[in-house]
């Protein structure tokens, strides 16, 4: 009888012990594996502050970043379905979508920090756009920064195909080195890019804000086949990075920490390039922000349409993912303001 007993005891703690290791397995299978494409920015560090604060993870996502040295790569991986979501500038994926491409926009993940550098000589001849008229001027093929000098010269009375060239490199160490040795007058980058140039010796003579105040920057995009019956999982994702924003706004020590690990960069300058006031790191989609975008790339010429853009922006995973989180934390101000946001903008 007391071997019976004893049999049976052990038969239950095997079989619990069992269960429970079958329910860690299952836990961790139930992680939805996603890969997402990033550039070597502080401007995309709520992807790193996700990944490394264990935010992608609590929400049930095993995230595989994927770094990119410029945004027309970036955007051939989405298309080619390569890639399950993506961040590469504004312009790039709005000239995919007015030829046709089946991404949409289903989040924001910064805004602004693209700046206008020259060598030190020159500096104090550059005040506006239209002073760089009859020069040559280094971009990034498909960036952000590249879109809004192009068009600030339009609005400036310069014809940017006959009045200067443009040179497109590769990504922003080549525009550094192109303006360092003299072979272009000035080169268009972005943040922590803006500081190296200072580190080389170069000087910042334009900010983005001043030629286009307010402007997106980075969308969060992915492609229709790739979003479709995937809802929970984009949901996760954007609820994901609305966290991270929160930690950003709460925590700038350890947000720093995250985002010079990433990008190999000093701290002090990780501070001063993310909290310089020249980059948001709104969460939003912000479709009014993507239309007026749009309109500028319109009059900019770089791209022609008819298409009506907000029709390629989705708000539903914010929306619904903003809502989880102020049911999960009702006296949050934070999540409070970003509602209010959400509303004026979309």
């Known amino acids: 009888m007391i071997q019976t007993q004893i049999a049976n005891k052990l038969h239950i703690r095997i079989a619990t012990a069992i269960l429970f290791a079958f329910a860690c397995v299952t836990s961790a299978v139930a992680a939805d594996k996603i890969s997402i494409g990033y550039l070597s920015s502080t401007g995309q560090g709520k992807f790193f502050i996700a990944k490394d604060a264990g935010i992608f993870k609590k929400n049930g996502l095993d995230v595989e970043l994927v770094e990119f040295s410029n945004s027309g790569d970036g955007i051939a991986a989405v298309r080619a379905g390569k890639l399950d979501a993506g961040a ?156 991270a924003e929160e930690l950003v706004a709460n925590d700038h020590q350890k947000s720093v920490e995250i985002i010079a690990k990433w990008i190999k960069l000093d701290t002090a300058l990780v501070n001063k390039a993310f909290y310089s006031g020249y980059v948001t790191q709104d969460t939003d989609p912000n479709v009014k922000g993507v239309e007026f975008f749009w309109d500028f790339l319109k009059d900019a010429e770089f791209i022609k349409s008819d298409k009506k853009v907000s029709q390629y922006v989705l708000t539903n995973y914010y929306r619904d993912a903003l809502a989880e989180l102020r049911k999960q934390n009702p006296k949050s101000e934070f999540y409070a303001q970003a509602e209010k946001i959400f509303r004026s903008r979309n």
């Open 88 to 243: 590469f500038g504004s312009l790039a994926p709005l000239i995919h979508v007015s030829q046709g491409a089946d991404i949409r926009v289903i989040g924001g993940l910064m805004g602004g920090d693209q700046a206008v550098i020259t060598r030190k000589e020159n500096a104090g001849s550059v005040k506006k756009l239209s002073d760089l008229k009859g020069k040559k001027i280094a971009t990034i093929r498909l960036g952000t920064a590249d879109a809004i000098v192009r068009g600030g010269l339009k609005k400036e009375g310069i014809d940017w195909r006959k009045d200067v060239t443009i040179v497109e490199l590769k990504n922003p160490p080549a525009v550094i080195e192109a303006v360092k040795n003299g072979s272009v007058y000035a080169g268009v980058t972005w943040g922590p890019h803006d500081l190296r140039a200072e580190e080389a010796g170069l000087s910042v003579v334009l900010r983005s804000k001043d030629i286009n105040p307010g402007h997106i920057c980075c969308r969060l995009i992915a492609s229709l086949r790739k979003l479709e019956g995937r809802d929970d999982i984009y949901k996760r994702l954007v609820k994901s990075l609305i966290e």
